[in-house]
């Protein structure tokens, strides 16, 4: 395996972490992730996608850079995943004009924004929850 960066895992609680390859984070680490180390045994390549997947609808947010623009799988647009995604973004320098692509794995929308959109505070008023759950 190359030692290029894939993109970013984000937990729950909004800490980043540079991955690799999001699959095989999740396979080093199934408890982080929710996942038992049984399930986990059992895994192949071939259920990679569905794996991740799990991963993102138990809150993780997976993040991939590609070139110009920075796409987060998230498990729905709220306000704590707003702040995650807005954080990241500040973090890494993302330029207002850059592309953002959101997808949420739960309601299967992918939405094209630009960084600004989060960068400004006005993705908080598209939250789907009103009021922010996290301490």
Known sequence: MSSRREGYWISPVGKA???IE???EIREHPKRFGFTEAEAALWTRANRDEIVTK???HGWIRVREHGASTTFDVPELTQDVIFSVTEHL???GAWVDETVKIHEVKHKKISEVNAGWFLGGEALGAARNPKRRRK
């Open 22 to 24: 999001h699959f095989s």
């Open 17 to 19: 972490e540079e991955v």
């Open 90 to 92: 500040k973090k890494t």
């Open 55 to 57: 991963a993102v609808l």
